[in-house]
């Protein structure tokens, strides 16, 4: 492999056809023949973010203590890289969540039919949904919180917004593995300002679903203070997919609001949205109503009940407390993330206002979009 003296095109369309060849060869001549190239090209060859695909491939024949030591430094250097194009490559590919949760034509809200979804066409150069939560899996928590979280968290604050975008997408699966204060405090303070005042319409809405998506992961007392305010907000914004998404929101999160929440600062906000000049708004806000009047019915039928509807109120983070949001937040990011750049082009949207909406998840309510909405094409390539 004399990928030296290649020209930078020829390096990426050779490690391109590299990956798509690796399938064919032998396990021991992929880890003692491949890998090392990949690992030099990488180290003192400039090859960048184009190497993780096949070293993805190659990965998953080492051992877990090999990968740790092979790959996973290969990882942290590049996320501590300054280079955009290798940054936004290399959240594309942490990004995307597991391709179950992908969602299929006939769960797509029919505001997105006839829309093409990138995130449901993958980039073959891109490893797929497998070999991330492969990756992720290999990050210990003290890497991701030291190393690798405070490069990505740049990104929210990055002029560019595909790289915005994408470091919102990224959380969903980072998330998990941020320790109390920068997942409470950190990821939230980013949080709260790229709803409230970025420019781009689906960034803020991929914001609500992200924030959905991983509420079970906050501490009670941060739950507490931010999921109401973020979804009302959302409720509000002049991008009716945004609204969608706290409606939504607040149907993943159902279980950890009190009834008095429920009655008083998130069924306000649903009935406001009765008159969304959006009808699937209008509809989503209709069920959500109905799905949260049947709780409280239901609780003032049988007042022991209580306890149990609230359990997980107070309750400390778990990702068990999730489960009700997969399915949310299946239809909320993927829908989001395909029809962005074709509206952001046609109807530039303004920063939103403030609002709220409550929802449980039910069969009746549509499923969240696996991904975030996409943004307009950023002019960086992958190198």
């Not at 239901?298 to 022991?304: A, F, K």
Request: proline letters at 10%; glycine letters at 4%.
């Amino acid at each position: 492999m004399a990928l030296g003296i290649k020209e930078p095109a020829e390096k990426q369309k050779f490690f391109q056809e590299l990956s798509k060849s690796l399938d064919a060869f032998p396990e021991d001549f992929c880890r003692h023949k491949v890998l090392p190239q990949l690992l030099t090209a990488f180290e003192f060859g400039n090859a960048g973010a184009v190497v993780l695909t096949p070293l993805f491939k190659v990965g998953k024949f080492l051992s877990a203590e090999e990968y740790q030591h092979k790959i996973i430094p290969v990882v942290v250097k590049m996320f501590s890289s300054t280079d955009r194009a290798m940054r936004i490559r290399l959240l594309q590919q942490v990004g995307p969540p597991p391709a179950s949760m992908l969602v299929h034509p006939r769960q797509t809200p029919p505001w997105l039919l006839g829309r093409h979804l990138p995130w449901l066409h993958r980039d073959p150069r891109n490893p797929t949904p497998e070999q991330m939560e492969q990756f992720i899996q290999y990050l210990d928590e003290p890497t991701v919180n030291t190393q690798i979280f405070p490069h990505v968290v740049h990104g929210f604050l990055d002029t560019n917004p595909a790289i915005r975008e994408q470091t919102v997408k990224s959380m969903l699966l980072l998330a998990p593995k941020l320790s109390e204060t920068n997942l409470n405090v950190e990821l939230m303070k980013h949080f709260a300002r790229l709803q409230a005042k970025d420019e781009q319409g689906p960034i803020r809405c991929n914001t609500t679903v992200c924030l959905g998506k991983i509420g079970s992961y906050l501490s009670a007392s941060t739950r507490h203070r931010v999921l109401t305010s973020a979804f009302s907000r959302a409720t509000k914004d002049p991008f009716a997919p945004s609204r969608v998404a706290g409606v939504l929101g607040f149907a993943a999160t159902h279980n950890l609001y009190s009834m008095n929440d429920c009655a008083h600062k998130i069924l306000p906000v649903l009935c406001g949205l009765t008159v969304d000049p959006e009808k699937s708004v209008r509809d989503q806000a209709f069920k959500a109503i109905r799905s949260f009047l049947s709780k409280l019915e239901s609780v003032s039928e049988d007042p022991t009940q209580l306890e149990e509807v609230e359990k997980d109120v107070h309750a400390a983070s778990s990702p068990g407390m999730g489960g009700a949001a997969a399915s949310w937040a299946g239809w909320a990011v993927t829908g989001v993330s395909s029809l962005t750049s074709k509206l952001i082009r046609a109807h530039p949207t303004t920063a939103p206002t403030e609002s709220n909406v409550p929802q449980r998840p039910t069969p009746e309510v549509a499923p969240f979009p696996e991904q975030p909405l996409p943004c307009p094409k950023s002019p960086l390539k992958a190198q």
